[in-house]
Structures are given as structure tokens and as C-alpha cells.
Nanobody, 122 residues
């Protein structure tokens, strides 16, 4: 396992942008972002697994996941934000698995951050 620390959350108006960062204490492989809105279950947002990126249908075309391996940092660029994007965003990573076909499942990751709040006002 590695330690993950998210940053970059905040309050933004609908249509605005935010970039989330997730700094890892060591090298990570398959990585993802999840989110949890009040009263709802945690849901998959985006993942990098192997050489591929994956997105939930609800964010496809608006969010971009990327990684800087030299800095051990995962990013989530969020554009055209909507009020329904309001949630606590969590990064997740696996310290040994390069590719997982279960990238959309929280069970595919052995490390989690503490979460960062994103609030989108209408």
C-alpha cells in the first residue's frame, strides 16, 4: 500500500472547472477516481489501467484523468461541471497491479485517499 493525499477540491459555479490532484508516497499502477454524493453510494468516475483510460458515462467528454509518473501524482481535470458532480472525490491506486479488468470496482485498489470535497453551485 501507499499513502494518497488528494487536493484541489472546492466550490465552483456550474460550467466551471477544477483540477484534482492525488499525490502518492510511492509508485502506483492501476489508479482511479471515485466519488460519493450525500446519501448515495460511492461511484466510479475514471481510471487509468494498463495503457488505457476509462470513464463513467456521466463524465465522459468533460473529465480527463492523467498521471505524472515522475511525480507519483494522479490528476482529474474536470470541465463543464454540473451541480450533480457535487461529491467527495477519492483517489484510489494499486501498488502492484498494472492492469485490472475490474478498474471500475473499489476492490481493485489497495490504497485510498481521504477525499476532497467538490461543490458545484447552480
Amino acid at each position: 500500500q501507499v499513502q494518497l493525499v488528494e487536493s484541489g477540491g472546492g466550490l465552483v459555479q456550474a460550467g466551471g472547472s477544477l483540477r484534482l490532484s492525488c499525490a502518492a508516497s510511492g509508485r502506483t499502477f492501476s489508479s482511479a477516481w471515485f466519488r460519493q454524493a450525500p446519501g448515495k453510494e460511492r461511484e466510479f468516475v475514471a481510471a487509468i489501467s494498463g495503457r488505457n483510460t476509462y470513464y463513467a458515462d456521466s463524465v465522459k467528454g468533460r473529465f480527463t484523468i492523467s498521471r505524472d509518473n515522475a511525480k507519483n501524482t494522479l490528476y482529474l481535470q474536470m470541465n463543464s461541471l454540473k451541480p450533480e458532480d457535487t461529491a467527495v472525490y477519492y483517489c484510489a491506486a494499486d501498488s502492484s497491479v498494472y492492469y485490472s479488468s475490474s478498474y471500475y470496482s473499489g476492490s481493485a485498489y489497495d490504497s485510498w485517499g481521504q477525499g476532497t470535497q467538490v461543490t458545484v453551485s447552480s
